[in-house]
């Protein structure tokens, strides 16, 4: 095994995209020696001209060196870019986005052809690679050793976060997430439906909404506290039967604004299923329990 150093470890980047090319560009601004290779070829030119060395095949290029960092559209465009390869001995990290059992398979997968494997969740968009200020990170899963030995070179393009040996955590951990975020961003979404039709600036109300999603963000402590000790009662500020008793409030301001409660009727419903197990004293959490099965 090589002696891996954040200073001298080679790379191998498969895929060019928006996101390839910015975790390409980290590697070699570091000083990484690195090998890339796309299936367009013309994605690879201004790389080339930083410095990188530039494959002729995915085989060539994984061929080159032990660390091969993949980083393609989804899992079937892995199945095909990894298919004429010689993985022998080769730590592949997967940044591919990809559900877990995908992240478990390809773990597998890669195990049984005498690689070590690593999976990967990205938590940035491209113009975060690179600029560790912005707060973007990697989820990672899967061997602890490989992790361990590549965590300085990892680190290199965001902060390299470990989740646990089953492959899958890392791609759980990316949608959990990308989950709560798409229910902050339909919140959002019918607050400025309501006040669509009102002489009231979006831009105005814009700070208010980051300011009280920041504030109200630090519930979900309470909401793990609670999971963990099973008490859905425990601090509760302000419990579930108050909160579904107000629910008619935001429907019928929806109604009179015009807007459709298709964002928040699910939860709602949630929330009247939950207090109808008279559960009105716990806080929100309950409505987890209903949607496990
Ligand atoms: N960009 C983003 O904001 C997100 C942030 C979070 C993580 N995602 C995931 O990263 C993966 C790559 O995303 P990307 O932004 O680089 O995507 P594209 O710019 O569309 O590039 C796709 C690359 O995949 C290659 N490719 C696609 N299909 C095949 C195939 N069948 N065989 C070989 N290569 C393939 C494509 O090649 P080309 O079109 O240039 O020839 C690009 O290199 C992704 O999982 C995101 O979910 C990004």
């Not at 229910?183 to 979006?202: Q, V, W, Y």
């Amino acid at each position: 095994m090589p002696q891996n150093t954040v200073e001298n470890t080679p790379v191998t980047m498969l895929g060019l995209g928006a996101m390839g090319t910015a975790l390409a560009r980290t590697w070699l601004a570091a000083g990484h020696p690195l090998t890339v290779w796309n299936r367009t070829p013309a994605r690879a030119a201004s790389l080339a001209i930083e410095g990188a060395k530039v494959a002729d095949s995915a085989a060539e290029a994984v061929a080159a060196n032990t660390l091969i960092v993949l980083c393609l559209l989804d899992d079937t465009s892995v199945d095909e870019v990894l298919a004429d390869t010689d993985l022998v001995d080769r730590d592949l990290v997967n940044l591919t986005t990809g559900n877990p059992a995908q992240a478990r398979a390809r773990a597998e997968w890669a195990r049984a052809r005498g690689a070590r494997y690593l999976d990967g969740g990205i938590m940035a968009v491209p113009p975060m690679i690179g600029a560790p200020d912005t707060g973007g990170y990697v989820f990672y899963s899967g061997s602890r050793d490989l992790f361990e030995r590549h965590q300085a070179t990892l680190n290199v393009p965001a902060g390299a976060t470990y989740v646990g040996a089953d492959a899958g955590f890392a791609a759980l951990h990316d949608v959990a997430l990308l989950s709560a975020m798409y229910g902050m961003f339909a919140g959002a979404a019918h607050a400025f439906a309501l006040i669509r039709k009102e002489d009231i600036d979006p831009a105005a109300l814009a700070p208010l909404l980051a300011d009280w999603l920041a504030a109200m963000a630090p519930a979900v402590h309470q909401t793990a506290a609670q999971l963990a000790s099973g008490d859905y009662t425990e601090g509760v500020v302000s419990n579930l039967a108050m909160q579904v008793a107000g629910t008619p409030t935001f429907l019928s301001t929806a109604e009179q604004q015009g807007v459709s409660p298709e964002l928040l009727s699910p939860y709602f419903e949630l929330m009247r299923r939950r207090l109808a197990e008279g559960k009105g004293e716990e806080s929100l959490t309950g409505v987890i329990d209903l949607l496990v099965h």
